[in-house]
């Protein structure tokens, strides 16, 4: 080892030696503490029973080797185990970030650790154990609702398990509740009652209601299995031998109403993360939190894909982060914080300023970086070729299609003698074509239609020619029906698209599509993608990937080309630069080292929660978050009249949300924040007080003119004293540009 080389790796070692060290306590917890244990031996048995039921419906065999949790998974549990169930615990304050390969089973390992939390909150504390334990948040909806389907599994077989032994469970059943924008799901009864009626009158089932089928039996759902009034909102099974269904009459433990999760707090809840800005206009939303009830307040925050927390939406995040940190210590709780990322890079700055906590990877990096112990590079995987392409005297429009339909050609002319032909066109058949904007998927739709097919025509009839002039010598009858279909297919391409302009639901339909191999009517040739495919697309099937002019960041260019060879196919990313675009032609030009050490090139994700124009944006909102929420004092609509400065109550809060953005502000900008609240504390004051003085009343949002309002919309700044989002996602305002 060279002299510079030996601190770094003593730093290495000795944060592996603290992962081994937690891990051993996590034992010893589970070896001292019957409690735990037993917490624990639910949670397990929740999670095999739910894979078992899994197979069970997909009428799969058992798994012959049993089932297992992978050594990643459970090192992980062993590692929390004590910081989760502790408030005490060293660890307690420290973000857990889980940083492994997609694929490696992230999701089941926090769901593992969130059903034991469950357990064990139920049996130290049977009648306060409900409500809301942890919350899960996501950031991209159409993932939101396929992991919720996914977790509801788990949680229903934890139900089960309660309902055998209420005794020590507690009453109140296992839940889970789905808290996402209006776009996604109902956030009113009224607003079910209307989706079902629409079935009612023969449309298929809205996919705002989420649910499809049983999650527990599979069983479909038509109109009957959505339970809706203008009062309240349940799903029902009716599958006779179903452990959930029978007469139809019991709610199934998860709903996605928002009104429904007011009224009944879930066990855990889902969301995604621009919902939570929602907090600073309903009332009801803190129910969440342990208001209004004796249960305890959630003590778990999972965040999923930390690094897309970036950017203007991660920097007004942190904003509101500091207020639902700051709730959740006013109700006496150190909440615990895990998430997972696919790059730590300067995630000790993100971690410091979104949560203002430390952090610890797990697991640690290795002395070499292609071994963690859990996680090994596989140097006998081909893995992916990348081949960079320039058309230097082709337009960006152009220069797609001789690579297209070369690409669907190729395996065609390459394995049409070989005995494994249809293997090894199911291999390289379907190609997902990877663009930087909704505009360039419509271009290239085009393209399909016109160039591409033209190219594949002039391609088969060459490849024809060639055949004809070779038969003569050794091949007199080579093509089979089934080439001139291989053929034609080429020409003619099945062309899906995946991007945010449709529905979840179509999205997910394609999804499904992609699954289907060649042979079959269904399989898709083409599919043309945004950066939607860059997150959650896991089909193990595909392995073409064309990327039509290089992605902005070099994080969304490896994110994205990972989607294709992930299994024993070795993946083919061929990177289609365009000759007008600086960007592509200086990755042309430096095509070998950039791809020999690209993650070098990872752009390091930038938040910034406490500039002026950010906290100009959201520093109200969590001031009103923390006001409202943390007690009902100040939480009815009309209430925001009744704000005083002096009042003990507030100074506590105030303080208490000084205090924790402080632990996240930058050190040079120490006390502008604490300023700059102290400022807007005096501004609603004044506020409170002027309209006491006019004997008008001080809503946060009126309904009607009868009253002031404390918050209003962007679009109508004058309607209010504070401008304020509705929803994380429209953080960026457009300017308006005059003409002189
Ligand atoms: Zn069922």
Not at 114 to 121: E, K, N, P, Q
Not at 608 to 629: D, F, N
Not at 720 to 735: K, Q, Y
């Given at each position: 080892m060279k002299d510079d080389e030996v601190e770094p790796a003593y730093r290495i070692r000795s944060r592996m030696k603290t992962a081994v060290v937690r891990m051993k306590q996590g034992v010893a917890l589970l070896a001292s503490d019957t409690v735990a244990f037993e917490a624990f031996r639910l949670a397990n048995q929740a999670m095999l029973n739910q894979m078992q039921q899994q197979d069970r419906i997909r009428r799969k065999a058992s798994h012959r080797e049993g089932y297992q949790w992978r050594p990643f998974q459970l090192a992980f549990l062993l590692v929390v185990l004590e910081s989760t169930i502790r408030d005490d615990d060293d660890f307690r304050e420290v973000l857990d970030l889980i940083w492994f390969p997609t694929g490696g089973g992230k999701t089941e390992a926090y769901l593992g650790?969130?059903?034991?939390?469950?357990?064990?909150?139920?049996?130290?504390?049977?009648?306060?154990?409900?409500?809301?334990?942890?919350v899960m948040r996501y950031t991209l909806r159409l993932l939101t609702s396929q992991q919720f389907v996914r977790a509801t599994r788990i949680i229903f077989a934890l139900e089960l398990l309660r309902r055998k032994d209420p005794g020590r469970l507690g009453r109140e059943p296992v839940s889970i509740g789905m808290w996402v924008g209006r776009a996604s799901t109902p956030n009113t009864f009224q607003q079910a009652v209307d989706q079902i009626q629409g079935i009612r009158g023969g449309a298929a089932p809205p996919n705002g209601l989420v649910l499809e089928s049983c999650p527990w039996c599979g069983a479909t759902f038509d109109e009957c299995n959505y339970?809706?009034?203008?009062?309240?909102?349940?799903?029902?099974?009716?599958?006779?031998?179903?452990?959930?269904?029978?007469?139809?009459?019991?709610?199934?433990?998860?709903?996605?109403?928002?009104?429904?999760?007011?009224?009944?707090?879930?066990?855990?809840?889902?969301?995604?993360?621009?919902?939570?800005?929602?907090?600073?206009?309903?009332?009801?939303?803190?129910?969440?939190?342990?208001r209004d009830s004796d249960n305890l307040t959630p003590t778990l925050v999972i965040q999923d894909e930390l690094h897309l927390i970036t950017g203007p939406l991660g920097s007004v995040a942190g904003l509101y982060e500091a207020a639902l940190d700051t709730l959740l210590q006013m109700h006496g709780v150190r909440p615990k914080y895990i998430a997972s990322t696919a790059t730590i890079r300067m995630a000790k700055e993100q971690v410091r300023s979104l949560y203002g906590?430390?952090?610890?990877?797990?697991?640690?990096?290795?002395?070499?970086?292609?071994?963690?112990?859990?996680?090994?590079?596989?140097?006998?995987?081909?893995?992916?070729?990348?081949?960079?392409y320039l058309a230097p005297k082709l337009g960006s429009r152009q220069c797609l299609a001789p690579l297209a339909a070369t690409t669907l050609f190729g395996p065609q002319v390459l394995f049409e003698d070989h005995v494994e032909r249809n293997a090894l066109l199911e291999?390289?058949?379907?190609?997902?074509?990877?663009?930087?904007?909704?505009?360039?998927?419509?271009?290239?739709?085009?393209?399909?239609?016109?160039?591409?097919?033209?190219?594949?025509?002039?391609?088969?009839?060459?490849?024809?020619?060639?055949?004809?002039?070779?038969?003569?010598?050794?091949?007199?009858?080579?093509?089979?029906?089934?080439?001139?279909?291989?053929?034609?297919?080429?020409?003619?391409?099945?062309?899906?698209?995946?991007?945010?302009?449709?529905?979840?639901?179509?999205?997910?339909?394609?999804f499904n599509q992609l699954e289907r191999p060649f042979g079959t009517d269904e399989c898709l040739d083409v599919v043309l993608a945004t950066n939607m495919v860059s997150v959650g697309l896991d089909v193990s099937r595909l392995a073409v990937m064309l990327v039509n002019g290089q992605p902005l960041t070099t994080a969304e260019y490896i994110q994205t080309s990972s989607r294709v060879g992930r299994a024993e196919v070795p993946g083919l990313v061929l990177v289609n630069y365009h000759r007008h675009q600086a960007r592509s032609l200086s990755h042309y030009e430096s095509f070998r080292p950039f791809h020999e050490s690209f993650f070098r090139f990872v752009a390091p994700t930038s938040v910034?929660?406490?500039?002026?124009?950010?906290?100009?944006?959201?520093?109200?909102?969590?001031?009103?978050?923390?006001?409202?929420?943390a007690d009902t004092s100040l939480n009815g609509n009309a209430k925001a009249g009744e704000f005083k400065q002096g009042d003990p109550g507030v100074q506590v809060k105030i303080e208490a949300l000084i205090q924790r953005c402080k632990r996240a502000e930058p050190t040079d900008k120490a006390g502008q924040t604490a300023d700059h609240i102290t400022q807007l504390v005096g501004q609603w004051s004044d506020e409170a007080a002027h309209c006491q003085a006019q004997k008008r009343a001080l809503h946060y949002n009126p309904s009607d003119r009868s009253a002031n309002a404390l918050l209003c919309d962007h679009e109508n700044p004058?309607?209010?004293?504070?401008?304020?989002?509705?929803?994380?996602?429209?953080?960026?305002?457009?300017?308006?540009?005059?003409?002189?």
């Open positions: 650790l969130i059903v034991f939390l469950i357990a064990w909150r139920r049996l130290t504390c049977p009648n306060r154990g409900g409500g809301t334990v942890a339970q809706s009034s203008e009062t309240g909102f349940h799903f029902v099974c009716t599958n006779p031998t179903c452990a959930f269904g029978g007469n139809g009459q019991a709610p199934l433990p998860c709903n996605v109403v928002d009104e429904a999760l007011y009224a009944h707090p879930p066990s855990l809840l889902i969301g995604t993360i621009d919902k939570f800005a929602r907090l600073a206009w309903e009332s009801r939303a803190g129910r969440f939190f342990g906590r430390e952090l610890a990877v797990f697991p640690p990096p290795g002395l070499s970086c292609d071994d963690s112990y859990f996680a090994r590079t596989d140097c006998r995987r081909p893995g992916r070729l990348y081949v960079g291999a390289w058949w379907t190609q997902v074509v990877y663009h930087t904007s909704l505009r360039a998927v419509g271009e290239s739709h085009t393209s399909y239609l016109t160039d591409v097919r033209d190219w594949a025509r002039r391609l088969s009839n060459e490849k024809k020619d060639r055949d004809s002039s070779e038969s003569v010598v050794h091949k007199p009858e080579s093509t089979s029906e089934g080439q001139n279909g291989v053929a034609s297919r080429a020409a003619n391409p099945q062309i899906a698209q995946l991007t945010s302009r449709a529905t979840a639901k179509d999205n997910a339909a394609t910034t929660p406490y500039t002026y124009q950010v906290r100009l944006r959201a520093l109200h909102a969590a001031l009103v978050i923390v006001i409202r929420q004058e309607a209010g004293l504070w401008p304020t989002l509705h929803s994380m996602r429209n953080v960026e305002s457009t300017a308006v540009l005059k003409g002189a």
